[in-house]
């Protein structure tokens, strides 16, 4: 069992959890994930590590509360256990001394982008930060991502904060003014990355980009988190979570997330007819009607 040492709630259903795992806390490295199991009738599913403390033994997990075991998850409170963590999985992040970097977070992608900034910076680079998302609200880790940052530009959908826009609006604004890109790093949602991945490639600027297909034993045995990279089938779960971004078929990876819609949606219902259904978990899925 797991101990949940801090709970947090950053904005609307999006949560910050301190958890006891001092193995994978002295593990992991940017760019790599875990995979949890909350109870013996739940399912396992990934999450990226945002943060460790190898000292206390600790890793931060940040994640939006989007379906059945996530909205389970956030009803659990500080001094809870998890029956199940595996990691630290998936290849770290390719770290060295490119340059000038630009990190661009989308949304939750905020969370995974925030232990490669501090990886990147600390290898040498310069290092300019992208965050953005729907709203004002929304908009995760601005703090941390200007601390660990040469330079933080921040964008929200709506306009309700900074500016009005997205993340690849601000990129192209970086790259008509000339500054010298080596590398662009992009995580969030697959429009954004794909959106992204479009700008780059006219300037043949190399972009990486971390892929959230489903995955279920998230160590290469089941392949349901399969990929086509560069006309190639990789898994995320072995082969990634990162690739090259101009290799991605986006189109594909966005077909095969909606491929449990009509699942996804009866384990909601199920649940939230359970009473393993909290206060606070009816309270986010009111949120999501």
Do not use: W
């Not at 490295?29 to 945002?50: H, M, N, S, W, Y």
């Not at 941390?144 to 309700?160: F, H, K, N």
């Not at 991605?248 to 939230?272: G, I, N, P, Q, W």
């Amino acid at each position: 069992m797991y101990k949940i040492v801090k709970r947090e709630e950053l904005s609307s259903c999006v949560y910050r959890f301190e958890i006891e795992a001092p193995l994978i806390a002295r593990a992991r490295k940017p760019g790599q994930f875990v995979a949890i199991r909350l109870d013996e009738q739940g399912e396992r599913f990934p999450l990226t590590i945002c943060d460790a403390d190898p000292l206390k033994g600790t890793l931060t997990l940040i994640y939006q509360s989007v379906g059945k075991s996530t909205v389970q998850f956030a009803g659990l409170q500080a001094g809870d256990s998890i029956l199940d963590i595996v990691g630290p999985l998936g290849k770290p992040t390719h770290i060295e001394k490119f340059g000038s970097v630009v990190c661009i977070g989308g949304g939750i992608g905020v969370a995974p982008v925030y232990p490669i900034v501090q990886g990147m910076k600390r290898a040498g680079n310069k290092v300019i930060s992208i965050i953005g998302a729907r709203t004002k609200d929304l908009l995760i880790l601005e703090n941390e991502m200007r601390a660990a940052s040469d330079a933080l530009l921040v964008t929200t959908d709506d306009g309700s904060y900074i500016r009005k826009g997205f993340v690849s609006d601000v990129l192209k604004e970086i790259i008509a003014r000339g500054d010298k890109i080596d590398l662009v790093v992009a995580i969030g949602p697959v429009p954004m990355m794909r959106v992204v991945c479009n700008v780059t490639r006219e300037y043949n600027l190399k972009t990486m980009v971390s892929l959230n297909p489903i995955m279920l034993d998230a160590t290469g045995m089941c392949g349901v988190c399969r990929v086509t990279v560069g006309g190639k089938t990789q898994f995320a779960c072995v082969d990634g979570p990162e690739f090259d971004g101009h290799l991605v078929d986006f189109d594909e990876l966005a077909k095969r997330l909606r491929t449990y819609l009509t699942e996804e949606k009866r384990a909601m219902e199920h649940y939230r007819g359970s009473p393993r259904c909290t206060d606070l978990a009816r309270e986010a899925l009111k949120q999501e009607k």
